[in-house]
């Protein structure tokens, strides 16, 4: 059986599916009230102003069964869906921007379903007001006629303007924009616009008036912010005419003329007025007032004034003359009028234009000869020029120009009344210069000032410049380079000089000359400039590459400029290089270079600049290095001894003849040759200890050996001097005594004779005799000792004990003939003989290391050969 339950709610379809096995009761939503956030959206509202996207509620509801439910959201057809619900959560959520204007309400069908059974409900969201509104204004804008002579304070228009917003949002206040300046005042809350108390239009100031009227609501909430909106029209007010202003004249001041050639009834002037109410015009009346003399007649319609006689006979010069003019009602009554003043003057008619004269008449050409640069503010007294207008007053005034090249000259008077004596001054006087003019074209001219017809007239000045000696000849430089080979003849040209004076005749002719301590070897032509040497002059570059004179360019009266000539001496190649000897002996220690030189005399680069190369070497060519440039010769870098040097030659001792070439790098170039003997040693420590190494290094260097022994002997005396300082002061302070100081010297130790043992076998086959030499080292002249003795009186004795001189022991007895065969024996003596010194031989130093050297090389060479065998 089908059982079927159907709920009668209002506003509510409830649909109940048939359960055949169990009952199923549907589900429902949660009442919770217009102000909660979920439940089934009874009566919720929602402000316009809400943004697309926003969450604003969740449905909410359950199933007695507690089954699972899902959310629904619908509209009608044709209606705009503002909302979408998720199914799961029921969060409903805005789609569509909302528009309370256009909508105000939403009616939507909510549903809820457990799968079996769904229930729908019609709920109403109504829609709160946001102020999203302008005031719109209704009859605005509008164009509206005022008369001018509207009352002040009445009441002109009304504005009018709705705002659609509800609430505070939607109460309208108006203003006007720029109040102050304005002629009106609107009420804020009727819209009614006035015209302002003591004010009053007026047509003839402004026509047309523009009234910018704003409309401003009460404000209101939008977006979560208080927000005023606004919106403005404009009010165009025509003012309308009125009868209330007079006539008024156009063109004022007047003034006219009357000329000596005016006829009765001729045209003066005319006068022209106009109503004030340009809006609605009356005719114009003009008339005399005063002043015309019933000499003139003015037009009563058109204003035209005209003359009734001669000008002969008229008794005032000026006329001031008080026209009215007056306005015509439409019965043909004068209303109100306006008066003027026309001033009218008689005048001489302009038909004389200004005219030069000269001595015998009118002119217009005046010439005049003269020196160049005359005096500043002289006057040019041989032109004789008149000027002169024939006309009266104003016609006859005329000012005087004078226009040509530059500011030369200058016109006095410059404004001319009738007539006046024309005078030229010189205003520049530098600029009157006969090489740059000779002669001078001026247009003197004479211009009307006050008349219409601006008459002129021209006189040309025609001025003849005669020269003067007034400029100095003048170098076309200041400075003058020249250069000339070393090797040129006497006589040969330098440079030529140039000079121009513009002045002409004798005063433009030059001569020139030179002087100064370099011009010795050089003279110039004295008309054409050209310097050359002198006949016998030989330059040479490495003597002197340097000269510089002046040369002095003069005119005929002795006006002259000054130029400075440089001559430099171009270097050739002319000396080749040279040794300060073509033979040359050095010793060679292995790994220090031996340095040769040569010199070349040339004075410049690259003439000057040398080369050096080994050209020859033996007995071995495959030995020795040279630096090209500096002239070191050396070991080639795998020879590190003398025993790589003995593998090469096969010899033990062997000096080194090298044929050494300098050449320079000049063109064409030179060369020279020179033989240096070499001697190669090892460089060992000498037996005379660290300073016999350092004289053996520094054999070559003399200046570094006497700078060491300078350098000591300074310190030595700077030591010595500050002991003894130190010992004054110490013994000065302390007041100490001297001790007495005794020097005892001790005798030299006589030599003792040594003998040797006669039957003793000899150490050598040839020594028989021997005796020992006193070594240099031990012949000590005395050895002194000093003992101090301290004496209480202060008396020092010292005893001095000098020894005897040795005795000379007598000679032995010469030694026994030499038998071949024989065995030798030292035969025992008793005496001896001491054989004299010789006189010690001056030997150098070079000497000295050269020895040193050779007997350290022995040695050597000894050593390694006993070592070999």
């Known amino acids: 059986m089908k059982n079927v339950k159907i709920l009668h709610l209002p506003l509510v379809f409830v649909f109940v599916q048939a359960c055949f096995a169990q009952a199923d009761f549907a589900p429902y939503f949660y009442d919770n009230g217009p102000y909660s956030q979920n439940g089934n959206l009874a009566l919720f509202s929602l402000s316009e102003d809400t943004a697309v996207g926003t969450q604003i509620y969740s449905l909410n509801g359950t199933d007695p069964e507690g089954q699972e439910v899902r959310y629904g959201l619908s509209f009608d057809p044709g209606s705009r869906e503002y909302f979408r619900v998720d199914p799961i959560s029921g969060n409903i959520t805005l789609v569509e921007k909302l528009d309370r204007e256009k909508q105000d309400s939403i009616d939507i069908l909510v549903s809820i379903t457990d799968g079996q059974s769904k229930v729908v409900e019609r709920v109403t ?179 035209c004034i005209t003359l009734l006689s001669q000008p002969m006979y008229l008794k005032r010069e000026i006329f001031n003359i008080k026209v009215r003019a007056s306005e015509v009602s439409p019965e043909g009554r004068l209303m109100d009028y306006g008066v003027t003043t026309v001033v009218i003057r008689v005048v001489d008619l302009n038909n004389n ?115 003067t000696n007034d400029n100095a000849p003048r170098f076309s430089s200041d400075y003058y380079i020249a250069r000339i080979p070393e090797n040129s003849p006497g006589g040969s040209n330098v440079v030529s000089v140039t000079a121009t004076d513009p002045d002409s005749g004798p005063w433009g002719e030059v001569k020139y000359s030179i002087y100064g301590s370099g011009a010795d070897l050089f003279l110039i032509q004295s008309a054409s400039g050209i310097i050359y040497t002198q006949p016998w002059a030989s330059l040479d570059a490495e003597v002197r590459s340097k000269y510089n004179f002046y040369v002095k360019a003069e005119d005929a009266e002795g006006k002259y400029s000054l130029a400075e000539v440089f001559v430099t001496v171009l270097d050739l190649n002319d000396h080749p290089p040279a040794f300060n000897d073509n033979f040359l002996e050095t010793t060679m220690v292995i790994g220090a270079p031996v340095k040769i030189e040569a010199v070349d005399d040339d004075a410049e680069i690259p003439n000057n600049v040398i080369e050096y190369a080994i050209m020859k070497a033996e007995p071995d060519n495959n030995i020795f290095d ?169 008396v020092s004795n010292v005893v001095r004990q000098w020894p005897l001189p040795p005795s000379a022991p007598s000679l032995p007895p010469p030694p026994p003939a030499y038998i071949p065969g024989e065995r030798q024996w030292a035969v025992p003596t008793v005496s001896a003989t001491l054989a004299p010194r010789p006189k010690k031989k001056v030997i150098t130093r070079q000497d000295t290391v050269n020895k040193a050297l050779v007997s350290e090389l022995k040695m050597r060479l000894e050593q390694k050969s006993l070592m070999k065998h």
């Not at 020279?672 to 190669?680: E, L, Q």
């Not at 420590?685 to 004289?695: A, K, M, N, R, V």
Request: glycine fraction near 6%.
């Open 125 to 303: 969201i109504f829609v709160m007001d946001a102020n999203d509104e302008k005031p719109e204004f209704q009859n605005m804008p509008a164009i509206i006629d005022v008369l001018e002579t509207t009352m002040s304070g009445s009441s002109i228009y009304k504005a009018n303007a709705v705002d659609k917003d509800t609430g505070s949002g939607g109460s309208v206040t108006y203003y006007l924009q720029n109040p102050q300046s304005t002629l009106f005042a609107i009420d804020r809350h009727s819209g009614v616009l006035r015209i302002k108390s003591g004010e009053m239009l007026d047509y003839e100031k402004t026509k047309t008036l523009f009234i910018t009227v704003i409309a401003k609501d009460g404000g209101g909430n939008f977006n979560g912010k208080e927000q005023f909106m606004s919106s403005s029209a404009t009010l165009t007010i025509n003012v309308i005419d009125a009868q209330d202003t007079p006539p008024s004249f156009i063109g004022t001041p007047y003034f006219a003329y009357v000329y000596e050639v005016s006829v009765p009834g001729s045209e003066i002037f005319t006068v022209v007025a106009k109503d004030g109410d340009v809006g609605n015009p009356n005719p114009i009346h003009y008339s005399f007032d005063d002043g015309d003399d019933g000499v003139f007649h003015i037009n009563k319609t058109s204003g």
């Open 353 to 467: 234009p200004p005219t030069f004269y000269g001595e015998n008449g009118p002119q217009n050409m005046f010439e005049l000869t003269m020196y160049e640069h005359p005096p500043e503010g002289e006057i040019l007294r041989g032109l004789k020029i008149t000027v002169n207008d024939s006309d009266q007053g104003a016609n006859a005034k005329f000012n005087l120009r004078l226009i040509g090249p530059g500011r030369m000259l200058r016109v006095v008077p410059q404004t001319v009344l009738n007539e006046a004596q024309v005078t030229i001054l010189v205003e520049d006087s530098a600029a009157m210069d006969y090489e740059k003019h000779n002669f001078l074209t001026y247009k003197l001219l004479a211009v009307e000032i006050d008349t219409p017809e601006r008459f002129s007239s021209t006189a040309d000045i025609v001025i003849h410049l005669l020269d």
């Open 626 to 794: 040279i630096n090209a440039d500096t002239g070191e010769i050396m070991l080639k870098s795998y020879i590190k001894s003398m025993a790589i040097i003995q593998n090469i030659t096969k010899q033990r001792d062997c000096t080194w003849s090298l044929v050494v070439q300098a050449r320079d790098r000049g063109q064409p170039s030179f060369s020279t040759t020179a033989v240096v003997k070499i001697d190669i040693t090892e460089a060992t420590q000498l037996s005379g200890g660290p300073l016999g190494s350092f004289l053996m290094q520094s054999r070559n260097k003399p200046l570094h050996i006497l700078g060491m022994l300078a350098g000591f002997i300074s310190l030595m005396v700077i030591v010595t001097v500050i002991i003894s300082t130190a010992t004054f002061m110490r013994n000065k302070k302390s007041n100490r005594i001297l001790p007495n100081r005794r020097v005892r010297r001790r005798p030299r130790k006589q030599q003792a004779w040594v003998f040797k043992n006669p039957f003793k076998k000899p150490e050598t086959p040839g020594e028989k005799f021997k005796i020992e030499e006193v070594r240099e080292e031990e012949e000590r002249e005395i050895e002194v000792i000093v003992e101090n003795v301290n004496y209480n009186n202060n």
